[in-house]
């Protein structure tokens, strides 16, 4: 009966009950929409930027031509049918029309082979090969060059960061193969041909799966992490509906049966646990039927399904007990509600459903273990990308199922001092 109750609370709000369906399955796809572009190698979406090249050499030509194959850039040169100059990029980079204006400075090209020839003049005639060398060039003072980047003020510093590492290893490239070049030159081995590619090489190794590779998407990513901000969502309304008794008179009218506070605590429990696995179901549904249609990778849930449900189960637990705990504690609605909702935001912003915990400052690392909205999404990361078993699931789940069971007893503690009171 004590269950039956909840469900007609929640039936004769049934605008809230929509939205508490309707608004995170609206939450996951446009998020996921958005943030798909990020997981994929190749996209059709670029970022135009401006290259003013004052070098018209071999290095801007690389420069541009590998900014150009790069599934990232477009390279942006003129404006309005105009060749970009150094001030016309600086002003449209920084009142944000573009994200970034590279500047090549003039003589890059022609002054880098003449330092290189220098350096390289230098160690064959140290090493006996004077005579033989082919007539040297005058030597004159080469100044260092300075490729000049304008960015966006608004622009993230991991983008910046990308961008510079980007450049500096392609301009690496060009002298590596300029001073193999050279040497070939200046020892008169014309026949000579040195292997200038590079010798080590990076592999990414992935998990598999039946011999298929886990490649990650943002599928992998979105859907474990909003089904729990929508789950621990639900605190709004179960604290809310536990004020409305309090304040309504309905609380004491049930105290009066010959009812312990703990069936009434379970039937609340029992009917949000419902809600929160309906949750889950629908959003994994819109991820595996819906998604393919709007251009995302489909969830594969191919075995995972089970172990992904036990530990919705225990991410719904713990988000009720925190609810069960704010509307015991909670005396109006204009208490319990505000709270919640940016209690809720808080724990999804430190337990990484916004910003993965590794990319936050160390002592945030730190509080980021303590929100169990972490624990499920670390479990949730185990079951679809770590290929992990129901004993890799068991600590967080434990601390899931610890959460619900303190939150749950200090509510009960706490509304036995106050009814003794």
Known sequence: MSVYKEFLLLKRDMGGVVTLFLMPLVLIITVTLIQDSTYKKGNDVKIPI????????????????????????SVVTTIDNTPITEAVAKEAVFKGKYQLAIIIPSHLSTDLQAKIDQNVQKIVSSLGFADSLATKSNAKLVSQKE??????????????????????????????????????????????????KSFITFKEIVPKINNKD???????????????????FIVIPLSINMVKEKTQGTFIRLRTNPVSNKIVLAGKTLMYLIICLIQFYMMVAVAIFLFPHLGLPSLNVEGHLILMSIVALFSGLAAIGFGILLGTIAKTQEQSAPFGATAVIILAAIGGVWVPVFAMPKIMQIVAQSSPM?????????????????????????????????????ALLYDKKKRAV
């Open 50 to 73: 401006l290259l003013v090249d004052y070098d018209k050499g071999n290095v801007s030509k690389t420069i541009f031509d590998n900014l150009n194959k790069s599934n990232v850039f």
């Open 147 to 196: 490729v000049k980047l304008y960015f966006d003020p608004a622009v993230q510093l991991s983008f910046k960061s990308s961008v510079m590492n980007g450049i500096d290893k392609m301009i690496s490239q060009i002298e590596t193969k300029s001073i193999y070049t050279t040497f070939q030159e200046q020892l008169g081995e014309d026949d000579a041909k040195f292997e200038q």
């Open 214 to 232: 886990i490649t990650p998407n943002s599928v992998q990513h979105n859907v474990p992490a909003w089904t729990l901000f929508a789950i621990f």
């Open 374 to 410: 972490n624990w499920g999404l670390e479990a949730f990361y185990d079951v679809l990308l770590r290929n992990g078993t129901f004993w890799d699931l068991v600590p967080e789940l434990f601390l899931l199922l610890l959460f619900f069971v303190v939150t749950t007893t200090l």
